[in-house]
């Protein structure tokens, strides 16, 4: 049996080992099977098998990727391990064949008991522009790291192992008293249905130890990126009315809009007595405009909005042209 380890998660335990495929003789097990017992104790104290973890039948097949012999175990504390200060736990894994032989109990892997952290309360989730902000409450004077876990629910990300799924940590809380504690997932892709949850994280050391203590998980909440906020507005929108070879235009110019997947941007004219005019039946790409139609003696309100990627417009620049003489 190899790579045992454990890992304290409210007050549950999570054993991770891998089941060998060849005894300790170097010989295939030909049965198929073992039997896997679970025990944990304080340091130096006599180790207590735990209810339901005892001769646990586990199918072997020889040959197979050791990813595929991986047994993974979450398993309630005794509540006498869940109170008090932290104290050091052994946790020992013991194969048995069919046949009664054992190589004995494992190395420790180690974890705590007593008190863990304490869960995560609050978490909620919104879209902004830059992302998925994610905010619980805070709680006074707390230390504690706070791990944020990502889950895709697409169909494509169904399809996506445990190990892939995004975790992520934010080791600096806002002072004490502030509303909320946050962070902003900037990865989110748009259109994907996520579910976050977040733990706090301690470490601490036991009898030359370092053990990894977490709380147990926060309900999770369900977010999708739709990314449907408008562009910034136009700026620095400009008009310039002229003759030229005895006829009137109007250039407007305007700063461009630095935005992902910016569609282009959308003029509309209004004059007094006359619904408005989109003179633009389709985005155009460049920050500038040419109006031909214009006549020297109409005030005009000229409007000029950004599309976003969605088709999503911006508020409007506005300029105005006062009647020239003709």
Request: aromatic letters at 6%; glycine letters at 8%; proline letters at 10%.
């Amino acid at each position: 049996m190899r790579g045992l380890s454990v890992l304290r998660g409210g007050d549950a335990i999570t054993v991770r080992f891998t089941l060998p495929d060849r005894t300790t003789d170097n010989l295939p097990i030909r049965e198929g099977a073992v039997q896997a017992s679970l025990c944990l104790a304080p340091e130096a104290s006599p180790c207590t098998t735990l209810s339901g973890r005892q001769d646990v039948p586990l199918k072997v097949t020889p040959g197979t990727a050791a990813a595929d012999r991986a047994i993974v175990w979450t398993v309630p504390l005794p509540p006498s391990d869940t109170t008090g200060k932290p104290q050091l736990l052994a946790v020992r894994v013991q194969l048995t064949n069919l046949g009664g032989k054992t190589a004995g109990w494992s190395e420790p892997a180690y974890t705590a008991a007593g008190v863990a952290p304490s869960p995560v309360e609050g978490l909620r989730a919104e879209e902004t522009r830059s992302g998925i902000l994610l905010r619980w409450q805070p709680v006074a004077g707390d230390s504690d790291e706070i791990l944020l876990h990502r889950e895709d629910l697409s169909p494509q990300g169904e399809k996506r192992t445990k190990q892939s799924e995004p975790i992520w940590l934010v080791s600096h809380a806002k002072p004490s008293g502030a509303d909320a504690d946050e962070t902003m997932d900037t990865s989110a892709a748009e259109d994907v249905p996520y579910r976050y949850t977040a733990l706090r994280r301690r470490i601490i050391q036991l009898d030359q130890q370092k053990i990894e203590l977490r709380s147990s998980a926060s309900p999770p909440v369900e977010i999708a990126w739709r990314n449907l906020f408008p562009p910034p507005a136009p700026t620095g929108l400009t008009a310039a009315p002229f003759r030229e070879n005895g006829a009137f235009a109007v250039d407007l110019v305007w700063n461009p809009v630095d935005e992902v997947g910016l569609r282009g941007y959308v003029v509309i004219r209004r004059q007094e007595g006359i619904s408005e005019q989109q003179l633009t039946p389709q985005p155009i790409p460049l920050p500038a405009y040419h109006d031909a139609t214009a006549k020297p003696g109409i005030r005009y309100q000229y409007e000029v909005q950004a599309i976003g990627a969605k088709g999503v417009h911006s508020a409007s620049a506005v300029v105005i042209v006062e009647p020239t003489t003709p």
